[in-house]
């Protein structure tokens, strides 16, 4: 396959967001009624999917689009101060300089993407930024990059570090290659048999060999 296209999920894959998002999900749960999580409940959460992880908390899917956009706004104050995932300022910048398009498509806000970007010097290294509102609706976008930027399906990789992430990916019928240092565990998205699965973000400029 020759793939002039990454894009690439935010949260998790690029930007080290999940302690910070664990202790906004916490200040919320009081608010909703829900289930804290405790540090010691990590492990098992990396193995579900979004709807299981939904189901054991007790967020129903009429609220959660407005955690998340409750969540998003209260990242916005801190994600200036969280750290890139290890070795992606390496990464980045190489595949950029291989790839015809580069781009995030993110759950998080564009607002919050820019905002950290910038802070680590990397405003420049991305052609684009695009946001769904729902946890669910990553397919749908993918499409409409690829029409939008008369993208090949076929020349197209989406990177991120979420079950959900492979399942857009397949849907949307492009390549989907799954990090292992974000959110899911390994274990479960290879389950899943995304087209690529990377330990390292040093693995990631395979990808545009």
């Not at 804290?36 to 967020?59: E, N, P, Q, T």
């Not at 919050?112 to 729902?134: A, I, M, P, Q, R």
């Not at 998205?189 to 395979?206: C, I, K």
Request: hydrophobic share 40%.
């Amino acid at each position: 396959m020759k793939c002039n296209t990454l894009i690439f999920d935010f949260d998790g894959t690029i930007a080290d967001t999940l302690d910070e998002a664990l202790k906004i999900y916490n200040s919320m749960a009081d608010q909703y009624s829900l289930l804290k999580v405790r540090d010691s409940d990590v492990a098992d959460l990396r193995h579900m999917s979004i709807g299981r992880l939904f189901d054991h908390l007790g967020i129903s899917k009429h609220r959660a689009p407005k955690m998340l956009y409750q969540g998003t706004r209260m990242l916005k104050s801190r994600i200036a101060s969280l750290p890139l995932i290890q070795g992606m300022a390496e990464a980045l910048p190489v595949l950029r300089s291989r790839a015809k398009h580069f781009g995030i498509l993110t759950s998080n806000s564009v607002d919050n993407v820019s905002l950290f970007l910038n802070t680590h010097g990397l405003e420049d290294v991305f052609t684009f930024v695009s946001s769904t509102s729902k946890l669910t609706g990553k397919a749908r976008h993918l499409r409409s990059i690829q029409k939008s930027y008369g993208i090949d399906p076929d020349e197209m990789i989406y990177i991120g570090d979420e079950i959900r992430d492979i399942r857009a990916a397949k849907k949307a019928g492009v390549a989907v290659a799954a990090v292992g240092w974000g959110f899911n565990s390994p274990e479960s998205l290879q389950a899943e048999d995304p087209d690529f699965m990377l330990q390292h973000p040093d693995e990631l400029t395979a990808l545009l060999a």
